[in-house]
């Protein structure tokens, strides 16, 4: 490290969250990294639909050290927390907030914590907000990409967003199984597909509705890529030149979606790679693995034999996240 570089993190270091702050054991920054806490998943078994991978946090840390990852983000697995019940919602956010804290403090430097709030409920939402990083000071907040019939464009979310641009808050979103696909005869589990069109629709909502522009300070984390939103550029810009109200994107559609940040989770691939560098600056591409959905060993593989400069797979690994995370 130069003089420079060691003085600007030294300048940072009072701000920084704790797991900046303790000695690297690697260099990675994975922001992709779901819990499974034993008092969730019984509470929820019925509705999940799905096995349930082994999980653990002696699992998770085995992981993380093979893969030469020091600090893994932590974040709630799909579907969350919210499932039309206020009381219920609020008490899964707060049970899985503290389980995810416990963590963090446990393990100094292996963990941050992307914290979960009931999102329909606004109250219980702001509430938990405040909890989250008062008391438990958590790192960022976790969202689905939808509630129901609702995705985060939607109006009635604004009274969280003001709150949370007043914080600056980083906001990691993971895909879902929308209402309006639950049913579908495929040959195929929902996640195959539908998971990466319901971070296209909760993106497109975002933009269209004017809610990355009416709030400036949130910085979003978009997971696998984007989802198909690289494949869909050029029907996003024709929707922008057919729009009304120009105000909602007074820069452009491609300008915004320069400004999100997305993770690598599944998205590794050649294929996928290629169509988001045509879109995004490296500045905007972080780690994401999808433990313990995928392996995190296969997943760095893919971008680490891409072609990115040495340079730009630091910045994919740790400096961008770090820079998004460790001076919040």
């Not at 979310?157 to 709150?163: I, L, T």
């Not at 319901?198 to 910085?219: C, E, K, Q």
Request: glycine share 8%; charged share 20%.
């Amino acid at each position: 490290m130069n003089r420079r570089d060691f003085l600007t993190a030294a300048g940072a270091l009072c701000a920084s969250p704790s797991w900046a702050q303790q000695p690297a054991r690697a260099q990675r920054i994975d922001v992709h990294h779901h819990i499974l806490p034993p008092d969730y998943i019984a509470a929820i078994a019925a509705r999940r639909g799905v096995p349930v991978p082994e999980w653990s946090p002696q699992r998770s840390l085995e992981e993380i050290d093979r893969a030469g990852i020091g600090t893994a983000m932590l974040s709630l697995v799909q579907p969350g927390v919210w499932f039309g019940d206020v009381a219920e919602g609020r008490r899964l956010a707060r049970m899985t907030n503290e389980y995810g804290a416990r963590l963090v403090r446990d393990h100094p430097g292996r963990f941050g914590l992307f914290a979960t709030i009931p999102l329909p409920d606004t109250e219980g939402s702001l509430k938990e907000i405040d909890y989250a990083y008062g008391t438990l000071k958590a790192d960022g907040i976790a969202l689905m990409t939808s509630y129901g019939d609702r995705w985060l464009g939607d109006a009635g979310f604004a009274p969280v967003w003001q709150e949370l641009e007043r914080r600056k808050a980083v906001i990691y979103t993971h895909p879902t199984q929308a209402a309006c696909c639950r049913s579908l005869n495929t040959e195929v589990s929902a996640s195959t597909i539908e998971y990466a069109t319901d971070t296209s629709r909760t993106m497109a909502s975002i933009l269209f509705s004017g809610t990355a522009v009416r709030y400036p300070g949130i910085r979003w984390i978009f997971s696998h890529g984007g989802g198909t939103v690289p494949f869909l550029l050029s029907r996003f810009t024709v929707a922008e030149a057919n729009m009304k109200d120009k105000r909602k994107l007074p820069d452009g559609v491609v300008q915004e979606l320069r400004k999100f940040y997305y993770d690598t989770a599944q998205a590794n691939h050649p294929g996928a790679l290629a169509a988001l560098m045509k879109l995004v600056p490296v500045s905007q591409v972080v780690l994401g693995t999808d433990y313990p959905f995928r392996r995190a060993l296969e997943e760095i593989a893919g971008i680490t034999s891409y072609g990115f400069s040495a340079a730009d797979v630091r910045a994919i690994e740790r400096g961008n996240a770090f820079r998004l995370l460790g001076h919040a």
